[in-house]
């Protein structure tokens, strides 16, 4: 069964505190690993999409990697208004694009 | 460009009403999903869409229907609504290709039966 599980589960950082938020994953045939922000009441809001191990990509202060089993999404200096959600998921070979999804990390940055 | 379009964006409903949750897209994407996303938990897929005419269930489809008749709409149906279907549940689109694009969600629709 494809799982993500994503830690911790809630992170408070001082203003310029850099950290990383990990996403582990067993997937049959990985096609992508997505991540999310997702800010209270809204809709989550496309970060990333990783492909193959040894990926990286980067927006603004954050930094997207991946490996075979997981991936981290680092936040260096963060601001207050990186405070959010952060949503992992994968999609894998064979589907039409669904997305399995982690529980996410709620990520508050203090002033 | 609007986006993803969902309405309503609350709703009460009373055990054993039915109601639908309106998605609608401007985007021309070909693939279209339901998530429902409880306290605490990822979001859990309901139903999808590849194309006008083509759904199939997700995870989670018991006490769910839809339909696809238009490439923009896709809406969700609860019938006989029951407590465990309280939830905020998401309407997503997206276009294939030879990558995954990122899908676009909508703003959601937050349900409580009582």
């Known amino acids: 069964e494809d799982q993500v599980t994503q830690s911790p589960e809630a992170l408070r950082l001082q203003e310029g505190e850099s950290s990383s938020l990990n996403c582990s994953y067993t997937?049959?045939?990985?096609?992508?690993l997505f991540w999310y922000r997702q800010d209270p009441g809204k809709g989550p809001e496309f970060l990333f999409t990783?492909?193959?191990a040894g990926e990286e990509k980067e927006k603004e202060r954050l930094k997207a990697t991946l490996t075979k089993k997981e991936s981290f999404l680092h936040i260096t200096a963060p601001k207050p208004e990186d405070s959010a959600t952060y949503l992992c998921a994968v999609s894998w070979s064979g589907s039409a694009r669904q997305l399995t999804f982690g529980s996410g990390t709620q990520l508050t940055v203090l002033p | 460009n609007a986006g993803v379009t969902q309405t309503p964006k609350f709703r009460i409903l009373k055990i054993g009403q039915s109601m639908t949750l309106q998605c609608t897209q401007d985007m021309n994407h070909n693939y279209m999903y339901w998530y429902r996303q409880d306290p605490g938990m990822g979001l859990k897929l309901i139903y999808y869409?590849?194309?006008?005419?083509?759904?199939d269930k997700g995870e989670v489809p018991n006490g769910y229907n839809v339909s696809r008749s238009t490439t923009e709409d896709f809406p969700l149906r609860l019938e006989l609504a029951a407590p465990s279907q309280t939830s905020v549940y998401f309407c997503?689109?997206?276009?294939?290709?030879?990558?995954?694009?990122?899908?676009?969600f909508g703003s959601g629709t937050r349900l409580t039966v009582v």
């Open positions: 990783l492909y193959s």
């Open positions: 869409s590849v194309g006008a005419g083509i759904t």
């Open positions: 997503a689109s997206t276009i294939s290709g030879s990558k995954d694009y990122g899908y676009t």
């Open positions: 997937v049959s045939g990985l096609r992508g």
